[in-house]
């Protein structure tokens, strides 16, 4: 389907082929039931002296009709069910979060999202940390092809962190942090956006996200540590 | 009750206790509100369409107004269009006819029921007016945006209630108010009130149906209203019940919303379903299929809907592992709404159909509600939910079950039950010019969003300019194209109500029972005097036997007859 978004994670592949099994199946599933529908009003048009068959449907010879089709839907919902849990163990169990030496705090604030880096100490969390808070300009840089653990948290009310090519979203919530990670396969620039209203500036609420090789990465760790990154960043 | 009187002016129509005035006053108001929720979506959706537009009457949109027109949008058209026509307008029209009752047991806690409806609705318009206008918050009044936003945490209680964001919540707790006492009337009716000889299984789906949305609504609604009282409580005296600073939670909001949240949508999916069942029979000629297990499936989809609520959560930071719970049993109310569309879809075979106005509405709503329904199953997926959730994909999705539901199938019964509800038919040529304009706005509006929800549009944003991949030429002709649709189903319904004013002044008359059904309701007069019968009908049959061969000379075989 060329309508999703070119895959920039290595989870968005994914999800986006969730959605190619699911219009598989339902798209069968809806040509069958309207097919039918059709068929029965075509073929059942009043006539001049016709007489409808009283069917009750009480007894198997008839009811198998609706009762056969009901089984496979079934089984198509555990196929939808098996599939998604696949992906969704991927993405969002803890036990599955692969191993990761990269991480940074992402805070949602109306309406722009800051991020914060590990200071010289390479620890999150500490008095040392780097914010980048540059409005809507601020980007999130990510190494690409390393596993980075995003810490994610709201500073006011809910956002929610959604990338289109990540083919992901996390809401963000004050006073809790939610740990979840990503992958990044291919460099680029794009955007992130708030999928949660948060105010009436909710539709300018827009950041950067960089994804740059591991060299440039780690030379954009050690600007930012030295304090002499272009962008505004804040000490804390 | 047994003497119904001549009565005043007064009595008949503006304090009524009569269930048929009071159906009938609920259907007005529900639908002067569906005007008005419809013209707050033509004025967002031109915003969107045409970004910085002056918009006639509200003006040019900022973020704060578009916000508030479409958070109010949502909440007119469920709360204050979806609920009183489907629910109760329907209900008081056709539960005491359809049981042969004279009317509904407590008929003035029914009069009360409207009043407070009204009154409800009174202070939603009065909301508009605080100041900082309505609740911009989006419908689902998420804290902590919903309890700080038009808060001053240091005036008094009263200024922190005229606002807009409380004033709703006050709007929504008497319109629930309203519901219950009606609620209450239908349960007790049903239960005592029908036919002699009436069983159970001998009550029509429609009534099953309305009973069960009741049933639903009761039980899901009580802890929303523990949860919107904690949210007023933190606007208005400052408490701190979802201020994560001082030790609330956010998260339990959503838990309460969507507790009742979700069975709220079957409160107006099972009514819909129920006037197709019975419309599908009488316009084939043939017994509603497997009737029965439609009953058992309906009460059954009425237990899960109690636990599916968290699919609307999967993104919000919950347990991911709960999320799996709430994945499959989202994916398991499927089955009976599956078996449910399938029985009626096989009623049609082998029938004597007719496409009458009523039929076409209800053949539409099939039709279209299985597009909402096959596209709710991507959004089950918690896994692909990651993605498409608050993209228009959710809002494409949602207007495929809400239109059909509230459109479709309630004009589908509107259309069936006006020859009783006044003496006269409504007008055929108009009735289908007023279809296919509405079934051509629906899919030219809501099936392109598919496509933009797909691409990743992310919902309730005032101006996609900040967005490069947003503002390409193919998703800003979808923006158009919607709105156009939108339009046209705005338009449509003014060919509806010219069909009403003329049908009702000069409409053929319709005569007891024009579409020559089973159900009691067909026994009255057409429209039924106070009390509805001259003598309470008794029943001796199931409401669905067409063209039963032991029946010789006509077919159909109404519940009454002997």
Redesign the interface.
Known sequence: ?S???EAYSSVAG???G??KV??F???F??TV??G??FY??F?????QG?????????DWA??K??WI??VL??LC??W??I??????TK????EAMPQSDYEVKIVGRQFQWEFTYPGPDGKLFTEDDVQIADG?DGELVLPVNKVTKLHLTAA???H?F?V?EF??????????I?TRWVQPIKEGRT?L????????????M?NWIKIVSVEEFDSFIKNLNSGSVAMATEKK | MSAHHEQSFLSKYVFSTDHKYIAKQYTLTGVVFAFIGGLFAVAFRMQLAWPGIDVPIVGVLDGTKYNMLVTNHAMIMFFWAAMPILLAGLGNFVIPLMLGADDMAFPLLNMLSYWIFLVSALVLILSFMAPGGGAATGWTMYPPLAATQGVDPDSNFLVNLWTGGSLLILAVALEFASMLLGGINFLVTSINMRAKGMKLMDVPAVVWMLNLATVDFMFSVGPLIAGAVMLLFDRIFNTGFYDPARGGDPILFQHLFWFFGHPEVYVVLLPAIGIVSEIVPAFTRKPLFASKWIIIMAVSSAFIAMIVWAHHQFVAGIDPRMAEFFSITTIIISIPFAFIMFAVIATFFGGQIEIKIPMLWAIGFIVFFFVGGVTGIFLGSAGFDMYAHDTYFVVAHFHYTLIPIVFFAGLAGFYFWFPKSTGRMLNETLGKLHFWTTAIGLNMFAFPLFFSGLFGEHRRIFSYASYDPLMADWILQIRHVATYGAIIIAAAQLIFFLNIILSAMNGEKAGKNPWKCNTLEWVADSPPPHGNFTTPPACYRGPYEYSNPKRSGSDFWPQNEQ
């Not at chain 1, 083919?167 to 809790?176: E, L, M, N, S, W």
């Open positions: 389907m309508f999703l978004p994914d999800v986006f969730l959605f699911i219009l199946l339902t798209s599933w809806f039931s309207i039918a529908l029965g009003i073929t059942s048009l009043k006539k016709g007489k409808a068959k009283y069917l009750t449907g009480d008839q009811s009709w609706i089709p009901l839907v079934v919902d555990f939808v069910d599939e998604t849990a696949k992906v969704w993405v969002e169990i803890a809507n006011d009310v809910l929610s959604f289109r083919g992901f979203k996390q809401d963000v919530i004050p006073g809790r939610l955007e956006l708030c999928a949660e209203i948060c105010g009436s500036n909710h539709g300018t827009r």
